[in-house]
């Protein structure tokens, strides 16, 4: 009985959007047909009270919307009742009553057509069609004594038919894909519940945490009370509030991975970075949701051997979460255990999740893996290990299951080997997502560069200056930046202050610098390119010439790192400044006032978008946070009110007024619309601290300092003497063939001669011109040519003129003439030697 009225209250449930229309049809259409086939098109046989009959049973299908929540309960089984006297009955009625005639035999067809649409089950068609027909036939018999086939026709019984199986057909098939839809739907809520119950579940015992941390609440309202947090509770709270930022992080990259992949998009790479078998188990168990500390008893993590290997870390949580959540479902089971060991052998890197279950079939073993199959458990969705299977792929490596039923099951996941060639694949796809931007004055410098990053499959653009360089900065994105100290026009420290400082640039890309990664490179002193460096925003600098292994290690470790290398402090940045902070939701108002009033700032909170027009027609603010989804007034239309102005009498700075969107709706789509509305910039919720802050400082275009650890490329050598860097300079090879090879390889003999041509015509004019200084003892004239020199040797490979060119660069540079008398005269001679060497190569 319970199936029955579950199949009843399915076909209502996916009837109910017509009922109205059908009612509408049968109230209405019934008494009006009676008039076409009475006058109009004159059949023999006519019931108009019958027809009004039909009219008065399908006013509760009309306003079936309406009705009270008691006659909805009860509808069920008026729509059982009635379906089959509405349709079938009332169409076969008149069928026999008119003789078979052709006329209601196309109606009759046509009756059933529409039985079928609101019905989908064949079964249950055939059975009410053929209960409507029976009762019909034994209507018409008990009132005539007898039932005609005076028009009856033979042509009808094919043609019925045909309409029958068609239509069961054509509607089966859009059950079925309905059925998937909402098949695939309850899969995917529940693996999403499921992923958000571990991070909820954290996020709880969070609070619980940072409750038992805090002073017991207050009884009465005594604001003057002061209260004490000793030094550990406090970092312990901080400590708990990062981790539970970290968590929600963790959920939403789950949950948006989940959702790629049931769309048939792959698993996004662009995050993956080097991590540490062992350690990631670790924290994967430690982060697990247990039920109670029993559970987590019940597991062992063993290391035989830790690796390396390359992935997503809360991807690869979410694989040890899932095959624990899988076993633990067992745990009742006597004796039962589960035993995670890392381990590595020569070929790849293995990681195995036993436990001591009830086994898997070995029919099923493979099966498991596909979607929405879920082996019948309780709570089950039929999605985790299918995504498992995914992730790992997407790792380069695979997942099997092996079981001995009654025993134990055992995944085993086999992840390539951190320098093996399938994750330098990986890494080379990744690469080629990413643009670097390269800013050097010297073209030898440009072309070197630029064959290491074609080498890495990097896209990459070229700027010669840092004019230039701020061009293609407003313009594009780069993960990456390298940027030479010395240039024309604009040095590189310039260029890097003003790319920090996000002042010009558009907002989606300003808050994108402040992130990242710009690498200086130099032929200056080690300490004072470390000490510009730091100064001026950069994260580390190299020492030129640049070798491929630099680079190697700089995108190793900016791609693929775990580390965070710069941190924003804004509290300067963003105190005192007039926020007006615009959401219907009283929590997100809540948790935003509480973190910007923390630092400073004055906050006004509007419920919707006519409060906020109302509070800038009475104040000045220097920024508006504005949510999207609002009643009265939404964030789209208060943002296009805003920037057309018309609204304000007092109010000016509508159309420069930063405005920050805030949606749970971060499509291209609704990205689109809030720009083309006038918000400056979006942020998804949930909305972390971190990116309010940031956000909030690039769009005050403020200046953004940062702390950060320069690393050093090499130790600090101890300082010559003058007399021993003359002696050593005598050793000195004219030539670094290192260099000019590595030329050869980009362009070819062509770019060398014509390098070499430049550089041998430019060479001549400034040792002249250093000549000239000297005779005139222009220190900042001869300062400025050695430093050209020092620069453009460099690029070149004229190594022993550019090791003399640095050494009296850098006493210039502190105003010191060379104590060596005869320094022009030496100059002159490794200018000749250098000239005639290369003019060699170029004959080779």
Not at 360 to 383: A, V
Not at 516 to 523: A, V
């Amino acid at each position: 009985m319970l199936s029955h009225n579950q199949k009843v209250l399915d076909i209502l449930e996916q009837a109910e959007p017509n009922l109205p229309v059908i009612g509408l049809f049968a109230t209405i259409g019934y008494p009006i047909f009676y008039i076409v086939w009475k006058e109009i098109l004159p059949q023999p046989y006519e019931n108009l009270l019958l027809r009004l009959i039909e009219a008065v049973i399908s006013l509760p299908w009309l306003f079936y919307p309406s009705l009270p929540k008691k006659l909805k309960d009860l509808f069920p089984a008026y729509f059982a009742l009635s379906l089959p006297i509405l349709l079938p009955f009332f169409f076969y009625f008149m069928l026999l009553k008119n003789e078979w005639s052709l006329a209601w035999a196309m109606s009759s067809m046509g009756g059933l057509l529409i039985l079928i649409l609101i019905v989908y089950d064949w079964l249950l068609i055939c059975i009410i069609s053929t209960l409507g027909f029976a009762m019909a036939y034994g209507a018409v018999l008990y009132l005539d004594g007898h039932v005609s086939y005076a028009q009856f026709q033979w042509d009808y019984i094919p043609t019925y038919f045909f309409a029958l199986f068609g239509g069961i057909i054509a509607s089966h098939r859009k059950q079925s894909a309905h059925t998937s839809k909402i098949t695939l739907l309850k899969s995917l809520s529940g693996s999403i519940a499921h992923e958000m119950r571990n991070p909820l579940n954290s996020i709880t015992n969070a609070i619980a945490s940072v409750h038992a941390k805090l002073p017991e609440k207050p009884q009465d309202d005594i604001s003057s009370e002061s209260y004490f947090i000793s030094h550990s509770s406090l970092v312990s709270i901080h400590h708990v509030i990062e981790e539970s930022s970290s968590t929600l992080n963790r959920a939403n990259k789950i949950i948006d991975s989940i959702l790629t992949s049931m769309q048939g998009g792959e698993v996004g790479t662009k995050g993956f970075i080097r991590l540490r078998g062992f350690e990631a188990i670790n924290d994967a168990v430690n982060s697990y949701s247990f039920s109670d500390l029993e559970e987590k008893k019940l597991i062992t993590v063993n290391k035989i051997q830790n690796f390396d290997f390359f992935g997503d870390r809360d991807l690869f949580s979410y694989v040890i979460f899932n095959l624990l959540k899988n076993a633990l479902y067992y745990k009742n089971k006597p004796d039962f255990s589960i035993e995670i060991s890392s381990d590595a052998i020569p070929a790849a890197n293995i990681i195995r999740v036993r436990d001591s279950g009830p086994g898997i079939p070995k029919s099923k073993r493979e099966q498991i893996f596909d979607n929405f199959y879920s082996s019948n458990k309780k709570g089950g969705n039929g999605l985790g290990l299918s995504f498992c299977r995914r992730v790992i792929q997407s790792f380069g490596g695979s997942i099997v299951c092996n079981s001995k039923e009654g025993e134990w099951t055992e995944f085993t996941i086999t992840l390539p080997k951190y320098d093996s060639k399938r994750i330098q694949e990986i890494k080379s796809k990744i690469l080629g997502g990413k643009r670097i931007l390269v800013t050097d004055d010297h073209i030898s410098n440009r072309l070197i560069l630029s064959k290491y990053l074609t080498e890495m499959s990097c896209q990459y653009d070229l700027a010669e200056n840092g004019k230039q360089a701020l061009g293609l900065l407003s313009e594009n994105r780069y993960d990456l930046i390298f940027m030479d100290f010395e240039m024309p026009l604009m040095n590189g420290d310039m260029v890097v202050k003003f790319i920090r400082s996000a002042q010009g640039i558009d907002p989606a890309l300003a808050f994108h610098y402040i992130q990242t990664p710009i690498i200086g490179i130099t032929s200056l002193p080690e300490n004072e390119a470390n000490e510009r460096g730091l100064s001026c925003g950069m994260n580390e600098v190299l020492a030129k010439p640049l070798k491929r292994a630099d680079i190697k290690r700089v995108t190793e470790k900016y791609f693929f790192s775990e580390s965070v290398f710069i941190k924003n402090d804004q509290d300067e940045i963003i105190n005192g400044k007039r926020i007006l902070l615009v959401d219907d939701n009283t929590t997100s108002r809540k948790f935003m006032s509480m973190v910007l009033r923390h630092y400073g700032c004055i906050v006004k909170q509007a419920i919707h978008g006519k409060e906020a027009l109302d509070a800038l027609e009475q104040e000045d603010y220097d920024l508006v946070i504005m949510d999207v989804e609002m009643p009265v007034m939404n964030g789209i239309e208060a943002t296009k009110a805003i920037r057309k102005g018309d609204y304000f009498t007092r109010f000016s700075a509508f159309s420069t007024l930063p405005i920050i969107g805030l949606t749970g709706n971060t499509d291209n789509t609704s990205v689109q619309n809030m720009k083309e509305a006038g918000m400056n910039y979006h942020l998804g919720k949930p909305v972390f601290k971190d990116d309010l802050l940031s956000t909030i400082a690039v769009m005050l275009n403020n200046h953004t300092y940062r702390n950060r650890t320069m690393n050093s490329q090499n130790a600090v050598p101890p300082e010559q003497t003058e007399a021993q860097f003359w002696k050593a300079f005598e050793n000195e090879k004219i030539l670094d063939l290192s260099t000019i090879n590595s030329l050869k390889e980009i362009g070819g003999d062509e770019l060398i001669e014509s390098l070499f041509e430049t550089f041998i015509i430019d060479c001549e004019k400034q040792t002249k011109e250093l000549a000239d200084a000297d005779a005139r003892k222009d220190m900042k004239q001869a300062d400025q040519i050695l430093h050209t020199l020092k620069g453009s040797t460099e690029s070149i490979g004229a190594n022993k003129m550019y090791v003399l060119s640095k050494h009296l660069n850098e006493g210039m540079h502190q105003g010191k003439w060379p104590e060596n008398q005869s320094w022009m005269d030496i100059f002159k001679a490794v200018t000749e030697e250098t000239v005639k060497e290369l003019q060699n190569q170029a004959r080779q």
